[in-house]
């Protein structure tokens, strides 16, 4: 009777999992399925000396990449065309996946054969940690962190 009652239990856990689970790809996975995809990015975020043009086609991005944020970005000082994918950080069991902005924890940007990463957050008042979640990234701001030697360098992108 007890090994029918765990095998009923991880029947049931099972059940859940398979269909409680979104498919990646999804254009709502993992935030609020039953609410529609905000409208991708459109215009010029700036932020110091380095912009980021969203063409609205939510896949083409214009870079301006200046000297501080190419110090710690992954991408030299330059002008750029590429395209871009906001992530979900690190979801196991695929790792991480494309998902809607206001849900992402990183900006993947492709400029020619180079991907870079960037985290997205926003640093604690100590300075020594960050926090990332929902609602971080909005349609007029792009928080992106790095983690350098002397702490957490934040480039706020914000829209013009």
């Not at 991708?40 to 609205?56: K, Q, Y």
């Not at 909005?138 to 350098?148: L, N, Y």
């Amino acid at each position: 009777m007890k090994a029918l009652f765990k095998l009923t239990l991880l029947l049931s856990v099972c059940v859940l999992f398979l269909f409680g689970c979104e498919r990646p790809g999804d254009p709502n996975m993992p935030y609020e399925p039953d609410t529609p995809a905000p409208d991708p990015h459109s215009g010029t975020f700036v932020a110091e000396d380095s912009s980021l043009t969203f063409n609205g086609d939510d896949s083409t991005v214009e870079l301006v990449i200046g000297e501080k944020l190419a110090a710690v970005g992954g991408l030299k000082e330059g002008t750029y065309s590429g395209t871009y994918d906001f992530l979900s950080g690190d979801l196991p069991p695929g790792g991480s996946v494309p998902v809607r902005y206001d849900a992402a924890h990183e900006l993947q940007l492709k400029v020619g054969e180079e991907t870079v990463v960037w985290q997205l957050g926003e640093p604690s008042a100590d300075g020594k940690t960050y926090t990332v979640g929902i609602g971080t990234v909005s349609a007029e701001r792009i928080p992106v962190i790095f983690k350098d030697e002397s702490g957490y360098q934040t480039f706020v992108f914000e829209k013009k």
